[in-house]
């Protein structure tokens, strides 16, 4: 069969319409994708090009979700610190409450002792029993009534007695057999032993010199009270070591009564005469007779170097003042006085850092020897001490001076409450797990090779990591400790919030960036393979009319042929 031969003409208008439908299908395939690059085969370097941009934008895009979360996570650790600043300036406020309170108070006189005695059941037994503590032992108080007399009540130890039975007895032996002076419970939330007077009146707790069975140093110390009191070597009687007794003092001073020259109703003058001395009471009963040469007054304070008096001719109760008060040993801690209108001696603590301070007297003679300073009186027919010293040897009583109320613990309680509250909202400001309140570190990536970042670094904002310590209340000194620490925290705090605002501006401009870079990428791209609607549209309508054309012209071109056929 042989080949169809076509024209030139022909064959030029088939190829000129061929080549206009393949036009017209690649302009139709740019209307209906809407691209002019849809593949490498359109344009490779637009195609590529594009597929770049695309691509880094897709990085970028995904990378705005963990930048989202990043923000996310700021806001949560900022909320906690808005939070933690209010519970920290509340805590502020309760300690400079409490040192309003210690200002305008002279505190309650107690004894709080530093050992958990809840789960005891005997105490004769164990740990006790190793420390001294045996059936029948003694415990002496002694204070005063409502007209300032002495009274004194000896509480007996048995075995099978509970810290609580013991803090029982103490209450009830002052609660049947006086007024209720001295009250004793074991604190619900430490459970600690605490003995308290009625009104803030002097107490003294320790041993009896009537009986050689007495709770020890070492007993003390396992019920929580050792630093109250100390071993002292005093010989009275057949009681060769016994234990001081502890002198409990509602604020910081503790007088002696006032003291007159023998009988005849001079006030003791602070020149007088210490050797030789006889002191009475007003009702003209002896207090102090006997004091020789080489006799020795002592002072100690925390159990420190003590300042000592040899007594000698002429020594007068100046001189002792002076020995105490011109010391710079104990002279920023205590200081002795003398009150010329009442005829008393006083002993001042001057810092919150003094816990006790123990007063001795030696002497190589038997007699009737104190100075009176350990129980504040008023009763002028009282001696003060019923330790008087009537062998020879060292008679030695600790003063602990104290300024906590029951208004002041109620304070510290409510303070330690706003500590586990603190650590309480640390712990739930935490976000997916990441906590920069709880020493969590934070990495946010703002490209999509990980090269530019940030890290927010985290802190620890528990009581502990802030430096709040457990408070007491029980001076100005420890108040002020609070005061100082809740300070210092309140800068911390507010320290890292203004670093947690600088940083989540950081990220929220660099989200606002990022954004806004994906929208160039994305644009970028699509200049590169877009294609014109209107312009392919146009070009669609001129190439649908140079087909219809190219038909014509077509068909011009065959009719040379078709006028052979009409020869036939």
Do not use: C, H, W
């Not at 990980?450 to 029980?474: E, I, K, Q, Y």
Request: hydrophobic fraction near 40%; charged fraction near 15%.
């Amino acid at each position: 069969m042989s080949d169809v031969v076509l024209s030139s003409a022909l064959r030029a208008n088939l190829l000129s319409l061929q080549s206009t439908q393949r036009l017209i299908d690649s302009t139709q395939q740019r209307l209906a994708t809407g691209l002019k690059v849809s593949s490498a085969l359109d344009n490779p370097q637009n195609f590529f090009t594009s597929q770049a941009l695309s691509n880094r934008s897709s990085d970028l895009t995904r990378l705005l979700d963990g930048i989202g979360q990043s923000i996310r996570t700021i806001e949560a650790a900022d909320k906690g610190i808005s939070a933690l600043t209010n519970l920290v300036t509340q805590a502020n406020s309760v300690a400079q409450s409490a040192r309003d309170e210690l200002a305008a108070t002279s505190g309650t006189a107690r004894a709080v002792g530093n050992v958990d005695l809840r789960n005891v059941t005997d105490i004769t037994a164990g740990a006790f029993a190793t420390a001294g503590i045996a059936n029948n032992d003694t415990i002496q108080f002694v204070t005063t009534n409502d007209a300032g007399a002495q009274i004194a009540e000896i509480i007996t130890i048995t075995t099978g007695d509970s810290a609580y039975t013991l803090a029982a007895k103490i209450t009830d032996a002052f609660a049947d057999n006086r007024a209720g002076e001295i009250k004793a419970s074991i604190n619900s939330t430490t459970g600690f032993l605490e003995i308290e007077s009625k009104g803030g009146r002097t107490f003294r707790f320790g041993d009896n010199p009537a009986t050689a069975v007495p709770v020890t140093t070492a007993g003390y110390t396992a019920l929580g009270l050792g630093r109250y009191v100390e071993d002292q070597n005093r010989q009275n009687g057949a009681v060769a070591t016994n234990v001081a007794g502890a002198s409990i003092v509602a604020g910081n001073t503790i007088k002696t009564i006032s003291l007159y020259e023998a009988s005849n109703g001079s006030l003791l003058d602070a020149g007088d005469t210490i050797v030789g001395t006889t002191l009475n009471n007003a009702a003209g009963t002896a207090v102090v007779t006997g004091l020789l040469a080489t006799d020795k007054f002592s002072f100690q304070v925390n159990n420190g170097a003590a300042v000592t008096l040899t007594l000698a001719a002429g020594t007068t109760y100046q001189d002792l003042i002076d020995t105490v008060n011109e010391n710079a040993t104990v002279n920023t801690q205590i200081r002795l006085g003398f009150d010329s209108l009442t005829g008393q001696i006083t002993l001042t603590s001057l810092s919150d850092a003094v816990e006790n301070v123990s007063f001795t007297f030696q002497s190589v003679a038997a007699g009737l020897k104190t100075l009176n300073i350990g129980l504040g009186d008023t009763s002028p027919t009282q001696t003060l001490d019923p330790y008087n010293i009537t062998q020879a040897g060292i008679n030695e009583r600790v003063i602990s001076f104290n300024s906590s109320t029951a208004k002041l613990d109620n304070l510290a309680k409510d303070y330690n409450s706003l500590r586990t509250q603190i650590n309480d909202l640390v712990k739930d400001a935490q976000y997916r797990g990441v906590n920069l309140l709880q020493g969590d570190n934070l990495t946010t990536f703002f490209n999509e090779d990980n090269s530019s970042r940030l890290v927010t670094t985290g802190g620890t904002f528990t009581a502990d990591g802030l430096g709040l310590t457990v408070a007491t209340f029980a001076s100005t000194a420890a108040a002020q400790t609070s005061i100082t620490q809740t300070s210092a925290a309140l800068e911390t705090v507010r320290a890292f919030g203004s670093t947690l605002a600088n940083n989540l501006s950081i990220i929220q401009t660099r989200r606002d960036f990022t954004e806004g870079l994906i929208n160039t990428l994305d644009a970028g791209a699509s200049d590169l393979t877009k294609a014109d609607e209107n312009e392919e549209g146009a070009n669609l309508l001129a190439l649908q009319t140079r087909q219809q054309l190219g038909v014509t012209s077509l068909s011009l071109a065959s009719q040379a042929q078709q006028s052979v056929l009409r020869l036939f």
